[in-house]
């Protein structure tokens, strides 16, 4: 069955920085783009990064544009983000997504200021 396991997730200081992991199991994961989504409290799920099944291609939201960075590693069934300069509005549980409408099961991510 498919699995997606996010990892990485924790309280940090604003200005610090995180790396999400999101291990993959149950199905071929190189062929699929894969995304990272969160979630605020009160907020509706919004898209963060999105990355191609090579890894050829990135998208961001225009909030964490410059400051984030997905990446993926297809022989390891993983994909990650990198969270640097963190803010207090980056506070969200963060999914990973597959192209199939898999979610993970989310990872905290608390800044604080």
């Known amino acids: 069955q498919v699995q997606l396991v996010e990892s990485g997730g924790g309280l940090v200081h604003a200005g610090g920085s995180l790396r999400l992991s999101c291990a993959a199991s149950?199905?071929?994961?190189?062929?699929?783009?894969m995304s990272w989504y969160r979630q605020a409290p009160g907020k509706e799920r919004e898209v963060v990064a999105v990355?191609?099944?090579?890894?050829?291609?990135?998208n961001y939201a225009d909030s964490v544009r410059g400051r984030f960075t997905i990446s993926r590693d297809n022989a390891k069934n993983t994909v990650y983000l990198q969270m640097n300069s963190l803010k207090s509005e980056d506070t969200a549980v963060y999914y990973c997504a597959n192209g199939l409408g898999y979610w993970g099961q989310g990872t905290q991510v608390t800044v604080s200021s």
């Open positions: 990355i191609s099944s090579a890894g050829t291609t990135t």
């Open positions: 149950g199905f071929t994961f190189s062929t699929y783009v």
